[in-house]
């Protein structure tokens, strides 16, 4: 270990040790954003930047079991990423099937799909199926994994769903339209059930959502990070949570 790492381990636990953990978001949302950059300024491939961020999914998640958070959204891959060059696509697919089959295989979280299953390649459909039903018992994290998800997407698909289910109950537009309220269209949510997003942290600098969450983030609180994702370390994880903490959520009061 040389200086630097003893110094930031140092403080992490500083950090740690200030941390009020009654004040900790029980659902993080994490766009881990700025693989490619890493390993460009690392003088790597594209290839090895989205391994290393894949590498990193088990050390974050061991940081939210240490401080009580009990559900992490990952967005591993967008609607628009499908559109990628097939050369750039499959190895990027390949990578997110191996990181999801290494969190089924922890034994620790369970595991749960959020996106379009029908845009994903067939292999890539039954990695995630089989993870989820491989983890439905375990009693750790409920770790969602985005993969060909898009906000946009996900309230179509919300609403689409709705409108079959009442469709098959026979109810008419008239009466649809005279009942319909949120709530109804978060039972249709990919995340249906799950309490939104308290925090959501977004690395590598770039200040916006892109798409992510959409319904649910109406009021959750950001972070936005300097450093890539690859490089995320834990005292950056312990500075959102306290960041979080040091706010006053008013949800529009």
Same mark, same amino acid.
Not at 239 to 248: G, N, S
């Given at each position: 270990?040389?200086?630097? +790492? ?9 950090v740690e040790g200030r941390l009020d953990h009654t004040q900790v978001p029980k659902h993080i949302g994490v766009i881990l954003d #700025? ?34 958070? %009990? ?6 891959? /967008? ?18 099937? /191996? ?6 295989? @922890? ?11 029908? &845009? ?21 994290? &409920? ?13 179509? +698909? ?13 109810? /008419?537009?008239?009466? &649809?339209?005279?009942?319909? +309220?949120?709530?109804?269209?978060? %039972? ?7 309490? @939104? ?7 590598? #600098? ?8 959409l319904w649910q983030s109406a009021h959750s609180e950001y972070y936005f990070c300097e450093v890539h994702w690859p490089a995320f370390?834990?005292? @950056? ?17």
């Open positions: 270990m040389n200086l630097r +790492d003893l110094v930031y381990g140092l403080y992490a636990r500083r #700025g693989n490619r950059r890493w390993a460009k300024a690392s003088g790597g491939t594209p290839e090895q930047g989205h391994r290393a961020g894949a590498d990193k999914i088990q050390e974050l998640l061991g940081w939210c079991a240490e401080t009580d958070v %009990e559900v992490v959204t990952l967005w591993m891959l /967008s609607t628009d990423n499908l559109n990628r060059p097939e050369e750039q696509l499959g190895p990027l697919l390949g990578i997110i099937e /191996s990181a999801v089959r290494a969190l089924a295989s @922890d034994g620790r979280w369970r595991v749960h799909h959020v996106g379009t299953m029908d &845009l994903l390649p067939a292999r890539t459909q039954t990695v995630l199926k089989e993870a989820e039903q491989n983890t439905h018992d375990n009693t750790g994290i &409920l770790v969602n994994v985005a993969v060909g998800y898009g906000g946009r997407q996900e309230i179509a +698909d919300a609403v689409r769903s709705l409108l079959l289910e009442h469709a098959e109950r026979g109810t /008419s537009f008239e009466e &649809l339209a005279e009942t319909i +309220d949120v709530e109804h269209i978060s %039972e249709h949510l990919y995340t249906r059930g799950q309490p @939104d997003p308290d925090l959501v942290i977004r690395t590598s #600098g770039e200040q916006r959502l892109s798409g992510f969450m370390r834990k005292v @950056d994880f312990l500075r959102a949570l306290r960041d979080y903490a040091a706010r006053h959520r008013r949800y529009g009061t």
